[in-house]
């Protein structure tokens, strides 16, 4: 057994750790409602589908979503541990060439917050063809797990935060 492995999932190799068994919570098919915050707002609506690659240590994300008129399609994978920050990582691959890595992190309420680098579609950018600053977002999924809904924020700085999207998913 290596150090890795130990690190990544905890110290069970056959079983995935606490954290990311919390992911479940996510896991279905969601229907994707929001917009981009600005004058105008753009819209954005679609679909998004969570469920765990066979052996429960990684959650697949797919994304299906309309932005302002233009198709986003996205694959992302849930689960690698970050060994400097302990956080657990999600990296995504979109129709449009982008890959972005976000780190995840919930707290004892099951709160998940995303925080990552500007490097998202460049449909959603805040500033046109800008990929510098930082995105974070705060995911919560109602009590009755047929809900959840996000609050994106955009830093360019890192320090002071702006509200950037607002999202909600509606279990199908």
Request: charge should be negative; charged fraction near 25%.
């Amino acid at each position: 057994m290596s150090d890795r492995r130990d690190q990544t999932h905890g110290s069970d190799p056959r079983s995935p750790g606490p954290e990311i068994r919390r992911l479940g919570a996510l896991v279905g098919r969601w229907r994707s409602e929001g917009h981009v915050v600005g004058d105008p707002e753009v819209p954005i609506a679609g679909t998004d589908v969570y469920e765990w690659l066979p052996g429960g240590f990684f959650l697949i994300h797919h994304v299906d979503v309309d932005i302002g008129g233009e198709p986003v399609k996205a694959i992302e994978i849930i689960g690698e541990r970050d060994p400097a920050t302990n956080a657990i990582l999600g990296r995504a691959y979109d129709n449009l060439g982008n890959m972005t890595i976000l780190r995840a992190d919930v707290d004892d309420r099951g709160v998940w917050t995303f925080t990552g680098g500007g490097d998202v579609a460049p449909v959603a950018r805040p500033s046109a063809g800008d990929q510098s600053g930082a995105v974070r977002s705060t995911l919560t999924v109602s009590p009755d797990g047929g809900g959840m809904v996000a609050e994106w924020e955009r830093s360019e700085d890192g320090s002071t935060w702006e509200r950037w999207m607002d999202m909600t998913f509606t279990r199908m």
